[in-house]
């Protein structure tokens, strides 16, 4: 077996999600804010912000929807997100960032890449282009032992 590999791997794995919730959550007050920024996130295939409804965000940030509906709650009260009717549906309500929301997550994700281009700067290009090669084929083999599990 590679016990000593699969400890270094998974240990890895923890340090860079802690670190990637500090850097991207640092400034919310709670975990349960962190996760309510994690709604402004929501993004369509291409990147674009998009307009989702209270099931999508149960699932999409893996949470009930009494939770899901609470994180909401706090995003309007704070002006970063607001519900929408459907057009068609009156009963259909949307979840869409507001201004404020889109510029606090801009704001974020600049700030988050400028980390990454000195991160590079201080790797080099060649090593940074391996690492993610490299990390493509290890989510790319996580998520086939995971589906294969099912």
Do not use: W
């Amino acid at each position: 077996m590679h016990r000593k590999a699969t400890r270094a791997l998974f240990g890895l794995m923890d340090k860079l999600a802690k670190l990637g919730r500090r850097q991207v959550f640092g400034d919310c007050e709670t975990a349960g804010m962190q996760a309510a920024f994690g709604l402004l996130f929501l993004r369509d295939a291409d990147g674009a912000f998009v307009r989702t409804r209270m099931t999508d965000v149960s699932r999409q940030l893996d949470i009930s929807k009494p939770a899901a509906t609470q994180m909401v709650n706090r995003l309007v009260e704070q002006g970063m997100v607001e519900r929408v009717s459907d057009e068609n549906d009156r009963r259909v309500v949307y979840i869409r960032a507001t201004e404020k929301g889109l510029g606090i997550v801009g704001a974020r994700m600049e700030k988050n890449l400028a980390l990454i281009d000195r991160v590079v700067d201080r790797m080099g290009e060649a090593d940074a282009n391996a690492l993610a090669s490299l990390l493509e084929r290890f989510f790319d083999a996580m998520v086939a032992e995971t589906e294969e599990e099912k």
